[in-house]
Structures are given as structure tokens and as C-alpha cells.
């Protein structure tokens, strides 16, 4: 299968940048060597790029939680105001560029999408949210594929981000290629085995939205992406991958002779008890697929292979 190049925007220590306040790196090895032949990089650091120069002063958030000022750490000295102008500025300039993902530095009080520090006055610290520029780069974004490099190291969480990757990726493909109901309603139905195994109510509630489409066209497409961007915020789980495999069995099982039908069933009961991984199953199911007379909506169903296998190895699911 060819895969598309991504486009990912990335803090750019982690590419190996020599950015950092202390003019170090952060380069991370695992992302770099898990991603980079899918993917074109995007450097972004807002702490240089918005003039805070290198080497300088650690900056940490202080205040309200919900809204936290950025404060040089001796100095005492307000970057705020200057790190959200430039905020907007960069982020209006990053949405020409059709990015497919966004990776961050954990912990930064710029990068960080989770739990950064923020310290009351009298230097207390509280884990709360993101980081300035990751508050900005949400809420301009809200339905990007958005981690942050430490959790890619989890294997359901890096499940969940490359099948977020490829899947906005997929959604905004179709648009560019074949603009349209036709092409809209393709992209349900070849990703409803897919959804199924994701989020069972976010796949009903997109087949509501796509039955209407033909009323609310191009409208329902805002919608549509909102509830797409939901299902992928779910991660897989053995239970529901195994029901959307029983759901296609049921359209397979009278094209098979009983041995390869009985073959079939317990891979998939092994794989529901946790014996074996979701590739020995989805192994299965291919090459009965590829060989046998099946619906074409089941033959070009996305679930068969939604990503490169490669990237989600060591998958407990
Ligand atoms: S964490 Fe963000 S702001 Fe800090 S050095 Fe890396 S890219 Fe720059």
C-alpha cells in the first residue's frame, strides 16, 4: 500500500534543534525513528520565534490556572501578551500549510499539553493544563490530531494518535479529490467497520448525519468532522474491534467452506480472550477477502489496513 507523506507540526527541540533556553535539544529518537518515513516535519519553537532568544531566561506560568500569565523565571518579566500576539500570528500561517498532526514538549509552560506547572505568587506549584502556546494551538485547532511526545511511548495512545493521523488525513483527501455527497458518503461507508471498532454511538450518530446529507449538504460536514474528530479521541478496545470483525464474519461466513469459516471464528474468539493481537485476526480477514467474492463495501473497508502495521508494534490490542 502506498501511504501519503504526513505533514506534522513538531516543537522543534524534539527534532534536535538546539533551541532550548540553556541552548540545548530535546531531540527524541523514538518519535523521530517511529515517524520520520511517513512524515514531512514542521519545526515550530514559540519561545525562540517569538524573540526570547538563545540561551535565555527559563519562563513558567504563574496565576489563574484557567488563564496563566508567561513570567521569566528571575526577572519576572511578561511574556504573555507578546507569546499570544504571535500566537495567532503563526497559527493564521500554519493553517495554509494543511497540517495533519501536531507533536509537543511535555512539560514546557509554552509546548505542554498536559499538567505543566502553573505557580501561585508565592512559587507553589499546581498541575493544570496546557502550556500558552499549546492553549492557543487547541483552541485554534480543536480537532487536529494533538499529542505530546512522552505519550507516544504508551501503545494505546500512540494507537489512538496514528489512527487520528490517518484518518484526518483520509477525511481531508476526499475532499480535495472528489468534493461532493458522493465522495462524502464513500468516506462513511468505507470507514464504518473502522468507526464501529472505535466508538459504537459516535458511528451511529455519523450515519445519521450522513443519511441527512443530501438536506444539509455542505453543512453537515462541519458536523460530520466534529463527531469524526470525537470517534477518534476513543481508543481501540478489544471488545469493540472484536464486534466490528463479528459484524464482517457475518457478511463473510457464506462465501467460506466450513473449514476456513471455523479457521476464522477462532482466531477471532482468541483474539476477544487476548491470546492473540488484532493483526492475527485482520491477517485472516484480508486474505479471505482478497480471495473470495465479498460486497465491495466490505472488500474497501478501512479497518483492513487503516495505517502502516509498522507503527503501532508492541499494540497490546
Ligand atoms: S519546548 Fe517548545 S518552546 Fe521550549 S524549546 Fe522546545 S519548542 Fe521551544
Redesign the pocket.
Known amino acids: 500500500m502506498k501511504w501519503p507523506r504526513l505533514r506534522v507540526a513538531i516543537?522543534?527541540?524534539?527534532l534536535g534543534e538546539r533551541?532550548?533556553?540553556d541552548g540545548g535539544h530535546?531531540r527524541d529518537d523514538f518519535v523521530l525513528g517511529l515517524l520520520d518515513r511517513y512524515v514531512e516535519w514542521i519545526p515550530?519553537?514559540?519561545?525562540?520565534e517569538v524573540g526570547m532568544g538563545i540561551p535565555r531566561e527559563p519562563v513558567i506560568l504563574v496565576g489563574d490556572p484557567k488563564s496563566p500569565r508567561l513570567i521569566g523565571r528571575r526577572s519576572g518579566q511578561d511574556w504573555t501578551d507578546r507569546m499570544e500576539q504571535w500566537a495567532a500570528v503563526r497559527l493564521e500561517e500554519l493553517s495554509t500549510l494543511d497540517l495533519d498532526g501536531f507533536i509537543?514538549?511535555k512539560g514546557?509552560p509554552?509546548?505542554g499539553l498536559f499538567r505543566v506547572p502553573v505557580y501561585t505568587e508565592s512559587g507553589t506549584p499546581r498541575w493544570t493544563g496546557p502550556g500558552l502556546?499549546a492553549r492557543a494551538l487547541i483552541r485554534r485547532f480543536p480537532l487536529l490530531p494533538i499529542e505530546e511526545e512522552g505519550r507516544l511511548r504508551d501503545p494505546i495512545l500512540r494507537e489512538r494518535f496514528i489512527a487520528a493521523l490517518f484518518t484526518y488525513r483520509r477525511w481531508r483527501d476526499w475532499q480535495k479529490s472528489a468534493p461532493g455527497p458522493e465522495g462524502f458518503i464513500r468516506f462513511h461507508t468505507t470507514h464504518k467497520l473502522f468507526l464501529m471498532a472505535r466508538s459504537p454511538a459516535c458511528l451511529q450518530h455519523l450515519g445519521r448525519l450522513t443519511a441527512a446529507a443530501g438536506q444539509r449538504w455542505p453543512a453537515i460536514l462541519q458536523d460530520y468532522e466534529a463527531w469524526l474528530a470525537k470517534a477518534m479521541r476513543e481508543p481501540l478496545s478489544r471488545g469493540r474491534a472484536a464486534n466490528a470483525l463479528y459484524h464482517a464474519l457475518g457478511f463473510l461466513k457464506q462465501a467460506l467452506p466450513d473449514k476456513e469459516r471455523q479457521e476464522l471464528v477462532e482466531h477471532l474468539r482468541a483474539y476477544q480472550e487476548g491470546r492473540v493481537p488484532l493483526i492475527v485476526p485482520l491477517t485472516l480477514f484480508r486474505h479471505h477477502i482478497q480471495k473470495t467474492s465479498v460486497p465491495e463495501w466490505l472488500r474497501q473497508q478501512v479497518l483492513w489496513q487503516p495505517y502502516p502495521e509498522e507503527l503501532v508494534w508492541q499494540s497490546p490490542l
Open positions: 516543537s522543534a527541540c524534539l533551541v532550548r533556553f530535546r515550530v519553537c514559540p519561545e525562540v509537543l514538549k514546557s509554552s509546548c502556546f
